[in-house]
């Protein structure tokens, strides 16, 4: 049976919202753009379009990282969230940026009357309404895990955020400041009587996408490539590991984050040489216990005692 945890419901509902928004939003900006013929809608109505898509990438990623391990996987499916964001980031740059960069030099090359702005403002004033309730409601749930893991909220973004709740914030945020630079754009050109500034929002628009696509997917990749877990956790380790009755040193320190809750931890360790097989067997006991005790994340542990090592410590977090 699939274990779900209360974070992962929570970033299905938060996913759920943002897509649910996207599709309402995405189909008024067609029709705005459309009708108005603003190269700015309809970068914005692709922008979310593909953010809808991404949603549908992001439940699966939730979906795919719940099976439980298999002969084939035996550490499970964690790594399949960051596969999929990592395919929602690739949506944004190919759908979003692309569309909106291919609007922006048609409309310089080819200018054409975009009509009254009135409808496009409307349509982006309600956008903004509904994606800054599911930016909202990201941002909440994403303090509320920064809060709980004792780190920053920006610090918690950038680093352990789970990928799906990750990428609906840079998402959901990155679509904000597109409306208010589709809005620039409508009104400038109206004031001055111009179809430059359209336009040219457009253009910013993808290049905002563009960075934070970049930005996701770099994110992503590393943890595919087998990112280690924070600096602060691994000494926190090593702490425990050294403060264990036996235990003379940490010569190396390896780990992995396989999903955002769950931790691969292996490290080699010099022991008392005068243990015996069982008193190292029961030490190494007690060093799984106070870690996974001190770190739930932390799944599997894998420990290569060494009595009476004498070589000088190797590592990612030698002893002093």
């Given at each position: 049976m699939v274990r779900v945890s209360e974070a992962e419901e929570e970033s299905a509902r938060t996913v759920l919202v943002a897509g649910a928004a996207n599709l309402l939003i995405a189909v008024a900006k067609l029709v705005a753009g459309l009708a108005s013929g603003s190269s700015a809608?309809?970068?914005?109505?692709?922008?979310?379009?593909?953010?809808?898509?991404?949603?549908?990438?992001?439940?699966?990623?939730?979906?795919?990282?719940?099976?439980?391990?298999?002969?084939?996987?035996?550490?499970?499916?964690?790594?399949?969230?960051?596969?999929?964001?990592?395919?929602?980031?690739?949506?944004?740059?190919?759908?979003?940026?692309?569309?909106?960069?291919?609007?922006?030099?048609?409309a310089l090359l080819h200018p054409s009357d975009t009509g009254s702005p009135f409808w496009s403002l409307v349509v982006l004033a309600v956008a903004f309404v509904f994606e800054g309730a599911s930016f909202v409601r990201a941002v909440w749930q994403l303090r509320g895990e920064a809060a709980a893991a004792g780190r920053s909220t920006a610090s918690h973004l950038r680093t352990e955020a789970e990928p799906a709740l990750r990428a609906v914030v840079w998402e959901d945020g990155v679509a904000l400041a597109g409306l208010l630079l589709a809005a620039a754009g409508l009104l400038l050109d109206e004031a001055i009587g111009s179809h430059v500034f359209d336009a040219l929002a457009s253009l910013a628009i993808a290049v905002l996408l563009v960075l934070v696509a970049y930005g996701l997917g770099r994110q992503n990749a590393e943890h595919l490539i087998g990112k280690a877990v924070s600096e602060e956790m691994q000494e926190g380790i090593v702490r425990l590991i050294r403060g264990t009755d036996g235990v003379d040193g940490v010569l190396e320190l390896l780990t992995m984050r396989l999903a955002p809750d769950q931790v691969l931890v292996a490290a080699r360790v010099d022991l008392a040489s005068d243990f015996s097989p069982e008193e190292l067997e029961e030490a190494a006991d007690h060093v799984e216990h106070r870690i996974r005790e001190t770190y739930p994340e932390v799944r599997h542990v894998f420990l290569d005692p060494t009595p009476g090592q004498e070589d000088e410590p190797v590592g990612t977090l030698p002893d002093a």
């Open positions: 809608m309809l970068a914005e109505a692709a922008h979310s379009v593909g953010d809808t898509m991404n949603q549908a990438f992001l439940l699966t990623a939730l979906r795919r990282s719940q099976r439980p391990p298999d002969p084939r996987h035996p550490f499970g499916h964690g790594m399949a969230r960051y596969f999929w964001s990592l395919l929602a980031a690739v949506g944004i740059f190919v759908l979003g940026a692309g569309f909106a960069a291919y609007q922006g030099v048609a």
